[in-house]
């Protein structure tokens, strides 16, 4: 078989399972009037970027902007999401409430539809940025490190801020001040525990879930993009590019490029990061784990990789873009790193990975990232067809972000910016 033809089969094959995973994903459940009201309801999945109902939509509306479907199921996801009260208190986030129904709405709709429910969601959205800086300015008073939630993509200051760069020119005096926040986050923080003035401004007293209490017991540092450092590195990234800077906004991101640089180890399979750094690590400038974890874009290498590529565009350090490529397309060719990978979905698993490598060779300094992307597809297109019913539904977690990289990546021309929920583009 020619290289041409292998392509198309290639193509054909994503557009396919794309096809396959929408139709399965057309028409939003029934709401179970039996739900009730309690934090752990399931009532409050329709708001969820995650799991829920804003996540389908945006797959639905991307495919009926490209001319890949119709518009009934985005409509039918997006009246699902609105259901409910949207949250836009402490549990809101970028993954979860009024953000994360805005911007489903923004990204997944025609330009000139919804522009009146953008503005209501904004009058929320915006006010609840401002009440997230003063905490953290209570916070940094009263000397205490900051929470994951306080500053993270998922839920905290960087996931908001993502929203309102997707929603720029508006709101850019709000955006400003988040990205200001960030510069700020960069810095010690004077707080009286161990941890001392050695530990960055991003060090979190946070347990990780599932982690052993005793070695984070002073802190640690999250180095992955979803809740750790590199999703404020990303985010100043391309706010800069987008022309939106602050005071020290270059400085900040010099700052987490430093530390990323000091906790980057070489091994045989090539560069990798740990995915959190204990207080006894810091100590002893040194990991106590021998090998990369999973390769995926929440903690591992496509992540991290990808948030430094940014970076070292937009401080126009072409070097530093290519040890980034570099340390990804390691990763992606270790046949023993991608065997870690058990799931198919953006946040843990193969989506994500692919997601991450395809944007940063589309700005890869040199030609080796692009030239691994055909077996990568291959082998995510191989694991995609194991998809059976029963898998959870969502964009982050779920068949929507499958289908919505398979689509992604048999579309001509660039992403329609939902990425920007993950801070890869």
Same mark, same amino acid.
């Given at each position: 078989?020619?290289?041409?033809?292998?392509?198309?089969? $290639?193509?054909?094959?994503?557009?396919?399972?794309?096809?396959?995973?929408?139709?399965?994903?057309?028409?939003?459940?029934?709401?179970?009037?039996?739900?009730?009201?309690?934090?752990?309801s399931?009532?409050?999945?329709?708001?969820?970027?995650?799991?829920?109902?804003?996540?389908?939509?945006?797959?639905?509306?991307?495919?009926?902007?490209?001319?890949?479907?119709?518009?009934?199921?985005?409509?039918?996801?997006?009246?699902?999401?609105?259901r409910?009260?949207?949250?836009?208190?402490?549990?809101?986030?970028?993954?979860?409430?009024?953000?994360?129904?805005?911007?489903?709405?923004?990204?997944?709709?025609?330009?000139?539809?919804?522009?009146?429910?953008?503005?209501?969601?904004?009058?929320?959205?915006?006010?609840?940025?401002?009440?997230?800086?003063?905490?953290?300015?209570?916070?940094l008073?009263?000397?205490?490190?900051?929470?994951?939630?306080?500053?993270?993509?998922?839920?905290?200051?960087?996931?908001?801020?993502a929203?309102?760069?997707?929603?720029?020119?508006?709101?850019?005096?709000?955006?400003?001040?988040?990205?200001?926040?960030?510069?700020?986050l960069?810095?010690?923080?004077?707080?009286?525990?161990?941890?001392?003035?050695?530990?960055?401004?991003?060090?979190?007293?946070?347990l990780p879930?599932?982690?052993p209490? $005793?070695?984070?017991?002073?802190?640690?540092?999250?180095?992955?993009?979803?809740?750790?450092?590199?999703?404020?590195?990303?985010?100043?990234?391309?706010?800069?590019?987008?022309?939106?800077?602050?005071?020290?906004?270059?400085?900040?991101?010099?700052t987490?490029?430093?530390?990323?640089?000091?906790?980057?180890?070489?091994?045989?399979?090539?560069?990798?990061?740990?995915?959190?750094?204990?207080?006894?690590?810091?100590?002893?400038?040194?990991?106590?784990h021998?090998?990369?974890?999973?390769?995926?874009?929440?903690?591992?290498?496509?992540?991290?990789?990808?948030?430094?590529?940014?970076?070292?565009?937009?401080?126009?350090?072409?070097?530093?873009?290519?040890?980034?490529?570099?340390?990804?397309?390691?990763?992606?060719?270790?046949?023993?790193?991608?065997?870690?990978?058990?799931?198919?979905?953006?946040?843990?698993?193969?989506?994500?990975?692919?997601?991450?490598?395809?944007?940063?060779?589309?700005?890869?300094?040199?030609?080796?990232?692009?030239?691994?992307?055909?077996?990568?597809?291959?082998?995510?297109?191989?694991?995609?067809?194991?998809?059976?019913?029963?898998?959870?539904?969502?964009?982050?977690?779920?068949?929507?972000?499958?289908?919505?990289?398979?689509?992604?990546?048999?579309?001509?021309?660039?992403? $329609?910016?939902?990425?920007?929920?993950?801070?890869?583009?």
């Open positions: 078989m020619t290289t041409t033809a292998h392509v198309a089969m $290639r193509l054909a094959g994503a557009r396919v399972a794309a096809d396959q995973l929408a139709a399965a994903l057309a028409v939003p459940p029934p709401p179970d009037p039996a739900a009730g009201y309690d934090p752990d399931p009532r409050w999945h329709g708001q969820s970027l995650s799991v829920g109902a804003p996540g389908i939509a945006i797959l639905h509306g991307i495919r009926a902007l490209d001319g890949a479907a119709d518009w009934a199921p985005a409509r039918a996801w997006l009246a699902c999401a609105l409910e009260y949207l949250a836009a208190g402490g549990g809101a986030g970028l993954w979860h409430g009024a953000p994360a129904v805005a911007f489903a709405l923004h990204t997944a709709t025609p330009p000139d539809q919804n522009r009146h429910l953008l503005q209501r969601l904004d009058a929320a959205i915006v006010p609840m940025v401002h009440r997230r800086l003063e905490e953290a300015g209570r916070r008073d009263a000397r205490l490190r900051p929470l994951p939630g306080e500053f993270d993509l998922v839920n905290g200051l960087t996931g908001l801020g929203y309102l760069l997707h929603r720029a020119p508006r709101h850019v005096e709000a955006l400003r001040e988040v990205l200001a926040y960030l510069v700020w960069t810095q010690p923080v004077p707080a009286d525990d161990a941890a001392g003035a050695d530990a960055p401004g991003w060090w979190t007293p946070h879930a599932g982690h209490g $005793r070695p984070f017991a002073d802190g640690h540092s999250d180095q992955g993009i979803a809740h750790g450092i590199c999703g404020p590195l990303a985010l100043l990234a391309l706010a800069a590019r987008a022309g939106i800077t602050v005071h020290a906004h270059h400085e900040a991101m010099a987490i490029c430093a530390w990323l640089q000091q906790w980057r180890y070489d091994g045989p399979a090539g560069p990798w990061w740990p995915e959190r750094i204990t207080l006894a690590e810091l100590r002893q400038s040194r990991s106590r021998h090998g990369p974890a999973r390769p995926s874009w929440c903690y591992g290498t496509p992540g991290i990789a990808r948030a430094l590529q940014l970076a070292a565009l937009a401080l126009d350090h072409p070097g530093q873009a290519r040890a980034a490529e570099d340390a990804l397309l390691a990763c992606i060719t270790d046949t023993a790193q991608l065997d870690r990978l058990d799931t198919l979905g953006l946040c843990h698993g193969w989506a994500g990975m692919v997601a991450s490598t395809w944007t940063a060779a589309a700005e890869a300094t040199t030609p080796g990232l692009a030239q691994s992307l055909p077996p990568l597809v291959d082998a995510f297109l191989h694991r995609a067809a194991t998809i059976v019913p029963g898998q959870p539904p969502g964009l982050i977690d779920g068949a929507a972000g499958v289908a919505l990289v398979l689509h992604s990546i048999t579309t001509p021309g660039p992403w $329609r910016g939902w990425e920007t929920c993950l801070l890869l583009a």
